[in-house]
């Protein structure tokens, strides 16, 4: 796991997501789904089970474990750098806009002189979007720095990392110097982008993120039947606490029964005795 000590590097940059380590966290997610999945079993009152609430959660626990472990199939195109709208987007009326990944830590003091530069920019250049990731405490986006970097072959080890067209630029000096330089930059990709010049995607590393996304299908399968485990573990237990719910309506309204029959047989006796 990447681990960031706030100074501007991270402590362990070898992180190697091998099928071990795969397995591992497919392990530790299946099971926090199934623990929440018995609490919640074991918590709902009885009159409000539904065993549509058992497919529902198998659906959470798919969603959930597909979206921790594989990085997100949503957020695929957006977080692909071999994909074009990795480094650009439109605006409604088709204006080029410029993304800029910006990585970054609250305890790091060249992040701290980047945060209001790129606040700036961002208000004063339309097409500018930054996209924002903090590495403190967050080995998600720590972990998408380090294979991104590994992915366009730059070392990514510290922070501030500045993601965009193509390039990385990794530390921020000053205003005067770091940003002046950086707005150059975005201003030039925009211009050639909205001039049509023709935008060369990055050769791509094998071990980067996309190609991990995709030889990680082979994960899908398991997850889905653990999925689906869970769905008829909770299916059943709904079902089973709904028959015990219903098991004692029914020996209650049987109590009642019994008990007006008796409360009416003595009121008869009691009528009886008074003639």
């Given at each position: 796991?990447?681990?960031?000590d ?96 910006y ?51 730059v ?6 990392g ?17 940003g ?8 030039q ?18 071990t ?51 008990m ?16």
């Amino acid at each position: 796991m990447l681990s960031y000590d706030g100074c501007g590097s991270f402590c362990d940059c070898s992180y190697e997501a091998t099928p071990q380590k795969k397995f591992r966290e497919a392990g530790q997610y299946v099971g926090l789904a199934g623990k929440v999945t018995r609490f919640a079993v074991r918590t709902i009152p009885a009159s409000t089970f539904q065993p549509r609430l058992g497919v529902t959660a198998a659906l959470m626990c798919l969603v959930a474990v597909c979206s921790m472990l594989l990085g997100g199939p949503v957020f695929a195109q957006t977080r692909d750098p071999g994909n074009l709208g990795f480094w650009f987007g439109e605006t409604s009326d088709g204006s080029p806009i410029v993304r800029l990944h910006y990585f970054h830590s609250p305890t790091c003091e060249h992040c701290k002189k980047a945060n209001p530069v790129l606040d700036d920019m961002e208000s004063r250049l339309p097409w500018l979007s930054v996209e924002r990731y903090s590495v403190l405490k967050n080995p998600a986006n720590a972990r998408f720095y380090h294979e991104l970097g590994r992915t366009l072959r730059v070392a990514t080890g510290s922070t501030p990392g500045f993601v965009f067209c193509g390039q990385v630029e990794i530390g921020f000096d000053s205003a005067a110097v770091s940003g002046r330089e950086l707005e150059r930059k975005l201003t030039q990709c925009h211009d050639a982008r909205v001039a049509g010049i023709p935008f060369e995607i990055p050769h791509l590393a094998v071990t980067g993120e996309p190609a991990r996304s995709r030889s990680n299908w082979w994960l899908i399968l398991p997850i889905i039947l653990a999925a689906g485990g869970f769905g008829v573990f909770a299916v059943a237990q709904l079902r089973a606490k709904r028959a015990e719910a219903d098991k004692a309506r029914i020996q209650a309204e049987r109590s009642a029964h019994r008990m007006e029959k008796k409360m009416a047989a003595r009121e008869r006796r009691r009528k009886g005795h008074k003639q």
